[in-house]
């Protein structure tokens, strides 16, 4: 496990970097460091996951293959360990892979043949979503805020921490993209949104009618909020439009 630090005097921010290839951590880590990252570098899966369950980086970057393991087979385990923000980085360019990462909840997929500032961009684009204060509010329009703290028998969004927490007391865990999506649905209890609109707020990009990752983060939200939404009415399609919120009073 490796560290390298940033620039003096810029804003320090943290990834973890899972990765086997030894050279291209260390070149991608000092270009990061470079531009105010301090990169926490594990060469192994098992390494990575010890060190999720002592601290949690602004974004993990994980590569698709570090030996004999397909970590794409993977990530439900590492997302119960880390919710936050997830890059796949892999010199693999089969398209099936990419789509099913983006599905199964990473963030982002890129290729490691890309270069080293467009990696950058890419991770300043992650680290700036979850500071986005309200996606997807309507136009004058403010949400209320959320209670200091979790209320027995109620659902509680805690838009600070970006965490859900059940009617039990339990925290939900969500992906990135599971939170915006639900977010986004929350702050227009009662209308529908199209998926036009959930594809610009959750994925950054025009809804392409051929790609159904909208419709795989619903029904992912749907299952995790299984047994307090009876038969699914928390979230409801719109035939032809999108889905709509009927709000946590409702359940």
């Given at each position: 496990m490796s560290h390298i630090g940033q620039r003096a005097g810029s804003e320090t921010t943290n990834i973890l970097l899972v990765e086997d290839d030894r050279i291209f951590a260390e070149e991608l880590s000092q270009y990061l460091g470079m531009h105010g990252i301090i990169v926490d570098h594990s060469s192994t899966f098992d390494a990575a996951m010890e060190r999720l369950a002592t601290t949690q980086p602004h974004v993990v970057v994980l590569d698709q293959f570090l030996g004999t393991v397909d970590t794409l087979t993977q990530l439900a385990a590492v997302r119960e360990k880390f919710p936050g923000a997830l890059m796949f980085l892999t010199g693999n360019s089969d398209a099936t892979d990419r789509v099913m990462g983006l599905e199964m909840g990473a963030d982002d997929y890129a290729s490691k043949?890309?270069?080293?500032?467009?990696?950058?961009?890419?991770?300043?684009?992650?680290?700036?979503?979850?500071?986005?204060?309200?996606?997807?509010?309507?136009?004058?329009?403010?949400?209320?805020?959320?209670?200091?703290?979790?209320?027995?028998?109620?659902?509680?969004?805690?838009?600070?921490?970006?965490?859900?927490?059940?009617?039990?007391?339990?925290?939900?865990?969500?992906?990135?993209?599971?939170?915006?999506?639900?977010?986004?649905?929350?702050?227009?209890?009662?209308?529908?949104?199209?998926?036009?609109?959930?594809?610009?707020?959750?994925?950054?990009?025009?809804?392409?009618?051929?790609?159904?990752?909208?419709?795989?983060?619903?029904?992912?939200?749907?299952?995790?909020?299984?047994?307090?939404?009876?038969?699914?009415?928390?979230?409801?399609?719109?035939?032809?439009?999108?889905?709509?919120?009927?709000?946590?009073?409702?359940?």
């Open positions: 043949n890309i270069p080293p500032r467009e990696i950058l961009a890419r991770l300043r684009c992650l680290m700036r979503r979850p500071q986005l204060a309200s996606p997807c509010l309507p136009e004058a329009e403010t949400p209320t805020p959320a209670p200091a703290r979790p209320l027995p028998g109620h659902w509680f969004l805690d838009t600070q921490r970006r965490e859900l927490y059940r009617p039990d007391g339990e925290r939900a865990h969500l992906t990135t993209a599971e939170f915006a999506m639900l977010q986004c649905l929350n702050a227009n209890v009662g209308r529908p949104v199209s998926r036009d609109e959930l594809s610009m707020t959750v994925l950054r990009r025009p809804y392409n009618p051929l790609d159904r990752s909208i419709d795989n983060i619903i029904s992912r939200l749907r299952k995790k909020l299984s047994g307090y939404d009876q038969g699914g009415r928390l979230i409801m399609s719109v035939r032809g439009d999108g889905y709509v919120f009927v709000g946590f009073d409702a359940d």
